[in-house]
């Protein structure tokens, strides 16, 4: 079975670092979503990507945070200066398409830790 | 935009009781409520869901039911078994692109 891929599973970082998470979303799917969940809290919508722009985002991706499609299957997260407060889960998505089409897969997520 | 309430946060029950999670949602656009399991340290997967043209969906013990007049949609879990047990989230979407999710219940089967 086809499966949202993401590395690396943890990264530890120093605040004021960049920090690059990666995703390599399911082949044929066109909508590509990053989600944050904060330990013990709920999953929070970051961003959604179509046809190599941004879609929708929400009040959390503010300007420190970027995504990008480097190539035909990575889609990355970048957070250029990490604060406390981005230590979280960040989980990657695909999905075929809009509600009517496709349901949403996760990847197993990228623990980030700033200290 | 969108607000998902979940309730309860946590519950406990019996094996073989059934469990009963509850979500409500702010936007009458939402059209589309997907129920995700999450077990612990893994990544939330879908388990059921539900479009608005749609009142009760079932599949096997799990089973959703959508009220979209007072914006509430519910998760039902019959025969409840220990693996069960896991954190669940609802969530909503009007757009496809953008899920709202409710804040999780902690489900624990009890052998």
């Known amino acids: 079975e086809p499966e949202v891929t993401q590395t690396p599973s943890h990264q530890v970082t120093q605040m004021g670092q960049e920090v690059i998470l990666r995703c390599v979303p399911i082949s044929n799917h066109l909508y590509f979503y990053w989600y944050r969940q904060i330990l013990g809290q709920k999953v929070e919508f970051l961003v959604s990507f179509y046809n190599n722009e941004i879609s929708e985002k929400s009040e959390i991706f503010d300007d420190q945070f970027s995504v990008e499609r480097p190539d035909g299957s990575n889609f990355t997260l970048k957070i250029r200066s990490t604060k406390l407060e981005d230590s979280a889960m960040y989980f990657c998505?695909?999905?075929?398409?809009?509600?009517?089409?496709?349901?949403?897969?996760f990847g197993e997520g990228s623990r980030l830790t700033v200290l | 935009g969108e607000n998902v309430e979940q309730h309860p946060s946590t519950l406990s029950v019996q094996e073989g009781d059934s469990a009963v999670i509850k979500c409500t949602y702010s936007d009458s656009a939402s059209n589309y409520f997907p129920w995700y399991k999450q077990e612990l340290g893994k990544r939330p997967q879908l388990i059921i869901d539900i479009r608005s043209n749609v009142g009760e969906k079932k599949d096997q013990r799990i089973a959703v039911t959508l009220n979209k007049t007072a914006k509430h949609f519910s998760l039902h879990i019959t025969e409840t078994q220990p693996e069960d047990s896991a954190v669940y989230f609802c969530a909503a979407s009007s757009t496809g692109n953008q899920f709202y999710f409710g804040t999780g219940t902690s489900l624990t089967v009890i052998p």
């Open positions: 998505a695909s999905s075929a398409g809009t509600v009517n089409t496709g349901e949403l897969f």
